[in-house]
């Protein structure tokens, strides 16, 4: 029987057999370009607000898997990725990248702005179509960001549909704040891909049928890796760090259901490699051709 979650209003969201598969395989996939871009850019130092780093793979295929083709996205500084999840083609996450590495402080934005942007995007969905959902990212919690929480009051009184997803890289403290949550707020822990996208398909609906805005606090990133020094390590500690990787964490829940195969994940490795140095040399051509060009390839 597909796993089923409840939310409070009593719905559920069945997740089947090929749905769970398909979510771990995304986010390999997702992994997967993040290496090709460290490997292609090593060393590389971006502007604050945009980052390349593992452990964002549950909250970003769990959040934005299987929205429509015109809905919207508004990152948290990660087109190169984003791109990818909305099913544009893969040498288009690669020539976002490119266009960020040319130009970094063109491609920046404050994160304020791009929180307003997404605001804007929504209430222009809700006056165009009530059935177009803005699905908006953030890196800090709105209690330590009051133009955030500001954008959400703002949403939810206006009944915007847009879903909120808010993620700390660092395993934000939360200092002992409280804030009026919103009555769709949700806090789940950022490695499960599982919880995450249960949990936004039904904010998606809501906000879709007209319900107002939703927020999805993802807790917990796994911590920094442990030192390297094997004396500050134990072998506890480092299958701790492990199983907090949401690729790892996953794979123990698909073999907890036996739907686990080895062969399985090196068959959609094995493709989606290929795959990807294809993508690499049409960006990589395109680059070549005109970096002015690049820098002005925009979400």
Known sequence: MAPKSKDRSGASVALSSRKLKQLYATMLQCR???DKARLLLPGREFAKDQFIGHGLEAAEVGAAFGL???DCI???GRKFIFAFLKRQPLTSAFQRLFALADSPNEMSATKAARTAVATGVGLACRK???SIVTVAFATEAPETSEFLY????FSSSHKLPIVF??????AAERNGKQWRRLPSASSLEVNDVVAIYRVAQEAIRRAREGHGPALIECMGLQEKRPAKSVKKRSPEGIESWRNKD???FMENYLKQRKLWSDGWKSKIADRFSHELDQAVAAAESQRSESPADAARVRA
């Open 32 to 34: 997967m370009i993040e």
């Open 68 to 70: 429509r083709r015109k």
């Open 74 to 76: 508004a990152p948290w």
């Open 128 to 130: 165009q179509s009530g």
């Open 150 to 153: 500001d954008m959400i009051a």
């Open 165 to 170: 997803v808010t993620h700390d890289r660092l």
């Open 246 to 248: 949401p690729l790892i």
